[in-house]
């Protein structure tokens, strides 16, 4: 169910090739933004813009959870070696 489930985001925001997922990192509270052509899903590699650091940084997905009106990606940054979470607006 669960991989269904991340498989249905992965694919819409995959193919979602109109605009960005924006969303924030829960630890900072900095803005970050997933850009399209970018496929969201479980042990995909993905690039993120991170207003904070003012950069992209490329991530691996760990997880992926709906989380009240929003999308939580759990995702490994391959460059600091840190865990983030960032919420993703769910619209």
Do not use: P
């Not at 924006?22 to 991170?50: H, M, P, Q, S, Y």
């Not at 207003?51 to 760990?62: H, I, K, L, P």
Request: overall charge negative; proline content about 0%.
């Amino acid at each position: 169910m669960v991989r269904c489930f991340a498989l249905a985001i992965g694919l819409i925001v995959g193919t979602s090739g109109a605009c960005a997922w924006d969303g924030t990192d829960t630890a900072t509270g900095d803005a970050v933004e997933i850009g399209k052509g970018n496929l969201v899903r479980r042990g995909g590699d993905i690039e993120i813009f991170d207003s904070g650091a003012g950069e992209y940084r490329d991530v691996t997905v760990e997880s992926i959870r709906r989380h009240g009106s929003s999308v939580e990606v759990e995702v490994y940054d391959n460059e600091s070696g840190e865990y983030r979470t960032l919420e993703m607006d769910d619209d």
